[in-house]
Nanobody, 128 residues
């Protein structure tokens, strides 16, 4: 079992930056691939990015590629999401998630069903 707590959300103008953090409890953080998802009002939850256990591989949604960067610090039990060049359409609640299993297929990480533990979310609002 792992508990996840996101932080770092807020209000930012278009073109600005934010860094989200997700702190995990427990001593086995480095065994979990991690992901970030987001959900805008009236829309389904969507994949944003994911990172493998060691941090050597990451995956991105096309909509954020080149603007967002995921990273992790296993010594601090924390995964980060650096968001640059933010757009109003990035406005959403951002959730971090942990998966029990790793998989070499990118498609595995895009599915919310692949993740076993979820944080409560943090609001990101980008004004135009």
């Amino acid at each position: 079992q792992v508990q996840l707590v996101e932080s770092g959300g807020g209000l930012v103008q278009a073109g600005g930056s934010l860094r989200l953090s997700c702190a995990a409890s427990g001593r086995t953080f480095n065994t979990y691939p991690m992901g970030w998802f987001r959900q805008a009002p009236g829309k389904d939850r969507e994949f944003v990015t994911a990172i493998t256990r060691s941090g050597d591989t990451s995956y991105y949604a096309d909509s954020v590629k080149g603007r967002f960067t995921i990273s992790r610090d296993n010594a601090k039990n924390t995964v980060y999401l650096q968001m640059n060049s933010l757009k109003p359409e990035d406005t959403a609640i951002y959730y971090c998630a942990a998966a029990k299993f790793q998989n070499p297929s990118r498609s595995y990480y895009l599915k919310s069903q692949s993740y076993d533990f979820w944080g409560q979310g943090t609001q990101v609002t980008v004004s135009s």
